[in-house]
C-alpha cells in the first residue's frame, strides 16, 4: 500500500504561482509513473502532468509552458509548479503514482485562482 499527501494548495490571483507538493509514504519501493490531475467544479477529471523515474515528462496541453513537473525519488515526493495562473486552473489537484501495477490517489488539494 502506498499512502499520498498533497500539500501547497491554496487561493492565489490570476498570474501568479503556486507550487503543489506530493509526498508518498508506505510501500514506495516500486513507484514507477507519478503525476498530477485535476478536477474543476461540475468537470470530469483530467490529466495535467506526468512524470516517469527516468524524468520523461508529459503535460495536457492547456498547461505547457506555465506548469512544470518534477519528482525526488530518493524522497517519493513529486512536484507541480504552475506558473501564470488563470481562473480556469481553478480545480481539486491530486496526485497519482503508479507502483507494482496498481495505482494510488492522494485526497486532493485545493487551488484558487482569483482573477
Known amino acids: 500500500q502506498v499512502q499520498l499527501v498533497e500539500s501547497g494548495g491554496g487561493l492565489v490571483q490570476a498570474g501568479g504561482s503556486l507550487r503543489l507538493s506530493c509526498a508518498a509514504s508506505g510501500s514506495t519501493f516500486s513507484i514507477d509513473a507519478m503525476g498530477w490531475y485535476r478536477q474543476a467544479p461540475g468537470k470530469q477529471r483530467e490529466l495535467v502532468a506526468t512524470?516517469?523515474?527516468?524524468?520523461?515528462?508529459n503535460y495536457a496541453d492547456s498547461v505547457k509552458g506555465r506548469f512544470t513537473i518534477s519528482r525526488d525519488n530518493a524522497k517519493n515526493t513529486v512536484y507541480v509548479q504552475m506558473n501564470s495562473l488563470k481562473d480556469e486552473d481553478t480545480a481539486v489537484y491530486c496526485c497519482?503514482?503508479?507502483?507494482?501495477?496498481?495505482?494510488?490517489w492522494g485526497k486532493g488539494a485545493l487551488v484558487t485562482v482569483s482573477s
Open positions: 497519482s503514482v503508479h507502483d507494482s501495477g496498481v495505482e494510488y
Open positions: 512524470i516517469t523515474t527516468g524524468g520523461s515528462t
